[in-house]
Antibody
Framework: QVQLVQSGAEVKKPGASVKVSCKAS????????MHWVRQAPGQGLEWMGW????????NYAHKFQGRVTMTRDTSINTIYMELSRLRSDDTAVYYC?????????????WGQGTMVTVS | QSALTQPASVSGSPGQSITISCTGT?????????VSWYQQHPGKVPKLMIY???ERPSGVSHRFSGSKSGNTASLTISGLQAEDEADYYC????????????FGTGTKVTVL
């Protein structure tokens, strides 16, 4: 079945970087844009950006530009999100999510989430 | 891009209907019929409930419906059930020039 499996929890020190992976299976990896969304403890969802797995084109929310890098490896159907210069307020669960259909703008398949703690 | 505005909480008794509003601007909600809604139970992954303002994904109950008027989108839950108690978030596409998205502030739904 269609699923996204993310890497495990991370604990990082302020100023460090973290790289989270998201492995896709059960569908055509290059056919759907992939997004990253984060959620700080007790807070709401926050959109971070997207990557086109086919071309590698990316688009980041203004808030994260300069600190986030999204990449992909088509040989293993995996996308990555690297966030640098970590601060305590980057502590959050990070989700990858797939659009419901090519060209759509809603996320129907989500990874299980990766907890990143900055302390 | 500022978050879309939702009420912090909405409550209702079993069987009642409730409506959650999601207010944006003419740059996001008002410009595109690309609003989606997500349900999130504590400690769980968000679940898509409505997309493109009023479309229901396969498997989502007909008790959930969506609409939009101007810069405000709405999610209505009819025949409220205990399992509907969760957080709900709206999300809108926010621009053909930026290709960005914006989420709502979130609404806690309580079934009395």
């Amino acid at each position: 079945q269609v699923q996204l499996v993310q890497s495990g929890a991370e604990v990082k020190k302020p100023g460090a970087s973290v790289k989270v992976s998201c492995k896709a299976s059960g569908y055509s990896f290059t056919g759907y844009y992939m997004h990253w969304v984060r959620q700080a403890p007790g807070q709401g969802l926050e959109w971070m950006g997207w990557i086109n797995p086919n071309t590698g084109t990316t688009n980041y929310a203004h808030k994260f530009q300069g600190r986030v890098t999204m990449t992909r490896d088509t040989s293993i159907n995996t996308i990555y999100m690297e966030l640098s210069r970590l601060r305590s307020d980057d502590t959050a669960v990070y989700y990858c999510a797939r659009l419901i259909a090519p060209g759509s703008k809603a996320f129907d398949i989500w990874g299980q989430g990766t907890m990143v703690t900055v302390s | 891009q500022s978050a879309l505005t939702q009420p912090a909480s909405v409550s209702g008794s079993p069987g009642q209907s409730i409506t959650i509003s999601c207010t944006g601007t003419s740059s996001d909600v008002g410009s595109y019929n690309l609003v989606s809604w997500y349900q999130q139970h504590p400690g769980k992954v968000p679940k898509l409930m409505i997309y493109e303002v009023s479309e229901r994904p396969s498997g989502v109950s007909h008790r959930f419906s969506g609409s939009k008027s101007g810069n405000t989108a709405s999610l209505t839950i009819s025949g409220l059930q205990a399992e509907d108690e969760a957080d709900y978030y709206c999300c809108s596409y926010a621009g053909s020039s930026t290709f960005h998205y914006v989420f709502g502030t979130g609404t806690k739904v309580t079934v009395l």
